[in-house]
């Protein structure tokens, strides 16, 4: 008898620079891959028509992640942005995007993948995380690596 596992999981690293680009904070986080980010996948593979991934949000909503969440707790108006890349190699895919000067502005508590804008698009995957606090002037690039396993 064959048994096959196929497991999805997720690190997502913040990186938070000042407006020079000094290193003021760096963090590696746990992320959940949520069942409408399972359900994108599948209808993927079928060769269906969802979108692909195109944009990461953040927020402040510090409620812990479910398989059940569909958008972001507390979505940071102009706290979204299109990803500046999105890689795979072997049976990792890498999702990164910059939130510069201006936007993404506050006390920063989740992010999450979209493939389309936060609350319009499907979710892929959410985490929260203790606060980064962004000022006006500051940028955050995040760094979302998926791995299937």
């Known amino acids: ?19 020079f680009g000094n290193k003021k904070d760096e963090r590696l986080i746990d992320n959940l891959i949520v069942t409408a ?18 944009r990461m949000g953040v927020g402040t909503s510090n409620t812990a992640a479910t398989i059940s969440d569909t958008t972001l707790g507390t979505p940071v108006a102009a706290g979204n942005v299109a ?28 992010a999450g993948i979209f493939n389309g804008f936060p609350g319009v698009g499907s979710m ?14 500051d940028v955050i690039v995040i760094t979302w690596t998926v791995s299937i396993s």
Request: net charge positive.
């Open 83 to 110: 990803l500046d890349s999105t890689t795979a190699s072997t049976n990792t895919i890498t999702y990164v995007a910059t939130f510069p000067a201006g936007t993404g502005t506050g006390s920063l508590t989740e």
């Open 37 to 54: 980010g399972k359900t994108v996948i599948a209808s993927r593979m079928a060769g269906n028509t969802s979108a692909l991934m195109s």
């Open 1 to 19: 008898m064959i048994t096959e596992s196929i497991a999805l999981k997720g690190k997502v690293k913040i990186v938070h620079l000042d407006q």
């Open 124 to 137: 892929l995957c959410r985490t929260v995380f203790s606060t980064v606090t962004k000022g006006v002037s």
